[in-house]
């Protein structure tokens, strides 16, 4: 894994503490998640214990520990899709796709993410399916957008 992420090291010369964030972003922003290997690898090259830097890691809703599906379904529990029964939604989610948020389906085909916005709160409940929005979505509804997404599935 070291060479695979030497050139993001290399970047960040000085191995300085507040060179953390920047290199975790680098990293996921080259393979979609952070590789087990990789965090270990900046725990060691930054001198910051391994639990430091999954901490620091965790606290930020961003980064990912394993590769989101070909279908990445962030849904929003801001205020205004909350009183509109976002909640439901994302429990209805986690029992359709047999996950919870923050995880990817074994196959690889849906991952789940609970985001504090969409911005489309006159719109709630929201969610967004690859950069797709689907609103004011109820939870009838879900089965169909998921088969949906699973005939496209096929097609890749």
Known sequence: M????????????????????????DIQAEFGYLPQDAIVEVSN??????????GVATFYDTFWFSPKGKFHIKVCNG?????ENSTLVISELEKQLKINAGHTDS????????????????????????????????????????????AKAEMI
Do not use: W
């Open 79 to 83: 205020t205004a899709c909350k009183i």
């Open 107 to 150: 196959e690889g085909n849906f991952s789940l993410e609970i985001v504090s916005c969409l911005g489309g709160c006159a719109q709630a409940p929201v969610m967004e399916i690859n950069q797709e929005f689907h609103i004011r979505i109820k939870i009838q509804e879900l089965k169909f957008i998921l088969a949906q997404c699973n």
């Open 2 to 25: 070291r060479k695979k992420i030497a050139h993001f090291l290399d970047r960040f010369p000085n191995k300085l503490r507040e060179d953390l964030i920047p290199l975790l972003s």
């Open 45 to 54: 090259y930054l001198s910051i214990s391994l639990n430091k830097v999954y």
